[in-house]
């Protein structure tokens, strides 16, 4: 799905069609009308839109102004020959995929599956060197199988199309108050006509770190993903809880409460069903409390009234986020 190439006016669109059947065409020059900042933006439109066109080097390009035109001369990474056959290569891999998809009713189930499968089978590449333009396509994500936040980003949006969900790749800046800010690529994503912030890339990082598939960053509202991603253009109205990852499994908590009632069923249905001895939710706490404590007195106040102890247990948190991760060993 164009995504952007739906957003431009008409203008926007002949110059987006004039370098998408360009570029497909593996041309050396291409000539549009226009100025040259506009034209410039279409063509990383164009490159975001469409992730096959891996072959394209998504930061190297040369462009001028001559008389009316513009003047873009776009750098391939590849011949192609070379390119048919990564594209076959990439088509064979993700084959089993369209499989299962047709399998899913549901467009949210769908994202959850792609989601699974880029957790489960990518790593981020932190070594990658200023000229490997691979990390930053779909070729790192699917072959290579480690990519960086662009890479992982255009695989995603890959895999939605492929799935017939709307969603596009989004261009900022990632922050925090203790580190200065880096340029990042997340996803914004369209289900059940309900748009959100999804960073598979940040969800990756957090399931190695922790060994645990974890959704922290998994259908936000831009309240929530402003807490750490800034300097991006705010294209949809993500203002929805109804598709996120806590939401739906019941376990975003306010307050000390909610807390206590939410850790005192955990630990019955781990005493009676023996339920799983990871417990993941969201907390949100006044001004006058602190996670911790509270964390620390639901568990003992949970472990009395179950008489259900143990060893010891650990807490995982992403404090941005206010999400909280128990370990009960």
């Excluded at 799905?1 to 041309?27: A, D, P």
Aim: net charge neutral; hydrophobic share 35%; proline share 2%.
């Amino acid at each position: 799905m164009k995504y952007y190439f739906s957003k431009l006016n008409e203008e926007g669109r002949e110059i987006y069609k004039k370098i998408y059947f360009s570029l497909q065409n593996f041309e050396e020059k291409i000539a549009v009308k226009g100025k040259m900042e506009f034209a410039r933006d279409i063509y990383y439109m164009v490159i975001n839109d469409n992730p096959m066109m891996f072959y394209v080097n998504p930061y190297q390009i040369a462009y001028y102004n001559i008389d009316k035109y513009v003047w873009i001369e776009p750098i391939y990474v590849y011949d192609r020959e070379k390119t048919e056959d990564i594209k076959a290569k990439i088509n064979s891999i993700l084959k089993p995929f369209e499989e299962k998809i047709k399998t899913m009713p549901s467009n949210l189930e769908r994202e959850r599956y792609i989601h699974r499968c880029l957790t489960s089978s990518i790593k981020y590449k932190y070594d990658h060197t200023p000229d490997d333009v691979e990390c930053h396509t779909i070729v790192g994500s699917f072959i290579h199988k480690e990519a960086v936040c662009d890479g992982i980003s255009k695989a995603f949006k890959h895999m939605c199309d492929l799935a017939r969900i709307n969603c596009n790749v989004i261009l900022g800046d990632s922050w925090n108050e203790y580190a200065p800010k880096q340029s990042h690529a997340w996803n914004m994503v369209k289900i059940n006509k309900k748009w959100y912030h999804i960073d598979v890339t940040w969800n990756i990082n957090l399931s190695e770190r922790f060994k645990y598939i974890r959704y922290d960053y998994f259908n936000l509202r831009e309240y929530d993903i402003l807490r750490d991603h800034r300097n991006f253009e705010k294209l949809e109205v993500c203002n929805s809880l109804e598709n996120n990852y806590f939401h739906e499994n019941k376990c975003i908590i306010n307050g000390k409460k909610e807390l206590d009632k939410f850790i005192l069923d955990k630990f019955k249905n781990i005493k009676e069903n023996n339920g799983s001895k990871n417990i993941y939710f969201k907390l949100y706490c006044s001004e006058d409390e602190y996670a911790r404590t509270l964390i620390r007195d639901a568990v003992n106040a949970a472990c009395l009234k179950t008489c259900y102890f143990f060893k010891n247990y650990t807490v995982e948190s992403n404090d941005t986020q206010d999400v909280y991760l128990i370990r009960i060993n």
